[in-house]
């Protein structure tokens, strides 16, 4: 009798902020198994706080290279404890955080090539990178790159034009402009620069691996029509950028087989595939499987708002990308910095460190806050760029402290009228029949989810766990087997658990926050003019 074929499997990556975590789904799309390592606590060597480095001088934010490394030598040596039969896995994809960059130093594809399965990634790659301190995406410190960029493009609305976003501090060129210009003879020796979801792909693939359309789009580099580096741009960054980069590929790309690395130390198939890795949001469009209509909102380390669009309406707020599900579509997106670090914190100082007294807090004050509104930027925000904490009482009488429980209500009620404030003014509309699909961090906690229901006076949906860039890059590494083969995203993951119903809006919402938004938008350019001036 033939041996029963193992039921095959599907893993996805996510090398986000604070962590790397990873998923496996069957092919029927049911989840077996998740894990991850946190970057603090558990390579406290590193001595990074919620991931990252915020430098001195208070703009340049990085994060070690080498920690992102050996996180993966740990989780899969975690996978391999709990016995998934990793032969069993057919192809894998995965995510990175936005925007961070990664510099492979000279000779580091030799040592990719042939690396010794008797020793871990750590030990081997040591001396592979020409930067060890990657600048993430909550750097804000290359404004004087960003003014050139936007100089040669023709100005801020012509590059925004071309690439999908006027020029970012955190975008990918500025910060290998600045890079070249402050440390000449570390980019001298560098022989390749990958993103962060590039360079976790390089590692599977024992070689440098293509950028995807859709992270190539946070670069201020790709013209996201012609979905190829735009000239312009890349002259105004550094000389023959393009070799460093390689060619930006469709995000569906098979790339190759896995490294035989990983078979031999950890019992991968060596058929087993690896499929393009893309951003972080682009993997959770995938993971929830967003529909035109629909609006997302990620609430993580920074929180975003994304849509599936058709058409590409760049604009000097937000960003269009590439969608990373079908090749001629976009997304639109919203970055808002100042995320769950700023949750964590108002629920450390005002609710005793605990999300249960956080949770009760909201519970206990009413809609509108009578009237208390907050603005939490704790860092240099990206939508608007503003800084500090500044708060008003019902009268828009600025007041230097709210009691505590009106305080967390300020905060959760200020972040998601920003939210909705920004992608209205983008045009996006909440009207009848919008689905808000909420996931991340955040969105495991009921009552932060019905604040934002009322906020958008929408109802609220999550899939059933918060980790939807996880499960996108699983959801992708399937396709991908399939997608040459014509076969649509949607095709298959079709029978993919729905979404379900958290929260709906409390029936004077409308009411309450369509005036507070008038208010809230009054009170920003207050903010704005105070800190910009
Ligand atoms: O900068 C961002 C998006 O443009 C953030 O959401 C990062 O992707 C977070 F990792």
């Known amino acids: 009798m033939a041996a029963a074929v193992p039921p095959p499997l599907y893993l996805g990556f996510d090398f986000s902020t604070q962590q790397l975590k990873v998923l496996a789904i069957d092919e029927n799309l049911n989840v077996l198994h998740q894990d991850n390592v946190q970057f603090d606590s558990e390579l ?18 990085t994060s070690p290279v080498m920690m992102w490394v050996k996180a993966l030598d740990l989780l899969l040596d975690k996978l391999k404890r709990t016995g998934l039969d990793l032969s069993h896995v057919r192809a894998l994809s995965g995510s990175g955080q936005q925007h961070g960059s990664v510099f492979w130093r000279r000779g580091a594809s030799e040592t990719l090539k042939q690396l010794n399965p008797d020793k871990d990634l750590f030990q081997q790659l040591q001396d592979s990178f020409s930067v060890a301190d ?3 995406w909550m750097d804000s410190s290359s404004s004087m790159q960003c003014q ?7 100005g801020a609305l012509r590059l925004a034009e071309i690439t999908g976003s006027r020029a970012y501090e955190r975008f990918t060129g500025n910060q290998i402009a600045k890079l070249r210009q402050s440390r000449p003879e570390q980019y001298q020796d560098t022989e390749r620069i990958s993103l962060v979801s590039s360079f976790a792909a ?6 440098y691996a293509a950028i995807d359309f859709s992270d190539s789009s946070g670069m201020n580099l790709l013209d996201i029509r012609t979905r190829t580096w735009a000239e312009i741009c890349l002259e105004a960054t550094a000389p023959d950028l393009d070799q460093l980069l390689g060619t930006p590929l469709p995000s569906t790309s098979v790339l190759g087989p896995i490294s035989s690395y990983f078979v031999h130390r950890y019992g991968f198939c060596e058929s087993c595939r690896v499929v393009a890795f893309t951003g972080d949001n682009p993997a959770s469009l995938a993971g929830m499987r967003l529909q035109q209509g629909d609006i997302a909102v990620s609430l993580g380390t920074s929180d975003t708002v994304f849509l599936w669009i058709q058409q590409p309406r760049p604009a000097l707020e937000g960003h269009i990308f590439c969608n990373p599900v079908e090749q001629q579509a976009y997304m639109a997106l919203l970055c808002f910095k100042n995320g769950s670090l700023t949750r964590e914190r108002i629920r450390n100082q005002c609710a005793g460190a605990s999300w249960e007294v956080f949770s009760g807090a909201l519970r206990n004050t009413s809609l509108g806050n009578n009237g208390n509104i907050g603005f939490y930027f704790d860092t240099m925000e990206i939508t608007p760029p503003a800084v500090g904490v500044h708060r008003f009482d019902r009268d828009d009488n600025k007041v230097s402290s709210l009691s505590p429980e009106v305080e967390v209500r300020a905060l959760v009620e200020g972040q998601f009228l920003s939210r909705r404030l920004h992608a209205e003014r983008l045009g996006y509309s909440i009207i009848p029949g919008t689905r808000v699909l ?12 019905q604040v934002l229901s009322d906020v958008f006076n929408a109802p609220v949906y999550a899939i059933d766990l918060s980790n939807s860039t996880c499960l996108g890059s699983a959801y992708r590494a399937l396709h991908g087997l399939a997608a040459e083969s014509g076969v649509s995203f949607f095709d298959v993951v079709k029978n993919a658990p729905k979404p379900k119903l958290v929260a709906s809006p409390h029936p004077t919402a409308a009411q309450v926050y369509d005036h507070m938004l008038k208010r809230y938008a009054r009170l920003e350019e207050r903010v704005l003019q105070e800190t910009c001036s």
């Open 44 to 61: 406290p060597e590193f001595r990074t706080q919620g991931g990252v480095h915020i430098h001195s001088d208070g703009l340049t934010v």
């Open 134 to 136: 990657s600048p993430v």
């Open 148 to 154: 050139d960029l936007q100089a040669a493009a023709g």
């Open 202 to 207: 390089s590692l599977f693939l024992g070689g």
């Open 438 to 449: 909420a996931t991340g961090g955040a969105s495991s906690n009921r009552d932060i989810l």
